[in-house]
């Protein structure tokens, strides 16, 4: 597979804290990678370095062959580049039909995301603030969907979330991958993560400690803090 984005020696952090040393981490085109480990580890960091919106402090973040290690956040999405953040990213004030003309634009129809989650098809004249946690990540997700991106970044999509609303979300992400789009996964439900996922990073301490197939996880020597997560 060819490498659509690529992180060479990637340190970053906040004030006088450094999260990431010097992390190599490679995403395959038309994949869907994983990036797995215990909280604290860098996760979040690390998606929020290659969305632009925290500076490198060293390295490279090269995408589709090009250094866009010093591009801003809104070249970078005007590129392709979509970032699902853990706080979903929706405009609360705004009625769900009017999230997803603002995510469409230029008077598209919103048909794949109601395709995808009927409910929100019931909800159109709702406050978005006001729907369920679950519903809410859905019309997130509508947002990514609708900008059909190159590069889809997802943070912790299931934290707080029922099994159910969970795995349609997940599903969804999976059917996105099978279409093309190259995704990078942070999350911490493991068993849809691992079943979805062509590759498999582990974080840890702000250092990758594995790389590989989800197969080759099981029963890897990982260091303990780190296992007692992955279970």
Do not use: C
Request: hydrophobic share 50%; net charge neutral.
């Amino acid at each position: 597979m060819s490498i659509e984005l690529s992180l060479r020696g990637l340190r970053a952090g906040y004030g006088a804290v450094e999260v990431l040393h010097g992390v190599d981490l490679d995403v395959p085109a038309g994949a869907l990678t994983a990036l797995l480990g215990p909280n604290g580890a860098g996760k979040t960091t690390l998606l929020s370095v290659v969305a632009g919106l925290l500076p490198a402090r060293a390295g490279q973040v090269v995408w589709a062959g090009r250094d866009i290690t010093r591009v801003p956040p809104d070249g970078r999405a005007r590129a392709g580049l979509a970032l699902v953040p853990e706080r979903r990213g929706i405009f609360t004030a705004l009625s769900v039909r009017e999230n997803l003309e603002i995510f469409a634009g230029h008077g598209a129809p919103p048909d794949a995301a109601l395709a995808a989650f009927p409910v929100l098809a019931e909800r159109l004249g709702q406050r978005a603030g006001s729907l369920s946690g679950g519903e809410q990540q859905m019309l997130a997700m509508s947002r990514v969907m609708l900008r059909d991106p190159r590069l889809m970044l997802l943070d912790e999509i299931s934290l707080g979330l029922a099994p159910r609303v969970t795995r349609r979300l997940f599903d969804v992400v999976g059917e996105l991958a099978r279409g093309g789009t190259t995704v990078l996964l942070v999350d911490q439900y493991l068993s849809d993560a691992l079943r979805l996922a062509d590759v498999v990073y582990v974080l840890a301490r702000g250092e990758v400690v594995f790389a590989g197939e989800p197969g080759e996880l099981a029963g890897r020597a990982l260091p303990g803090y780190v296992t007692s997560v992955l279970g």
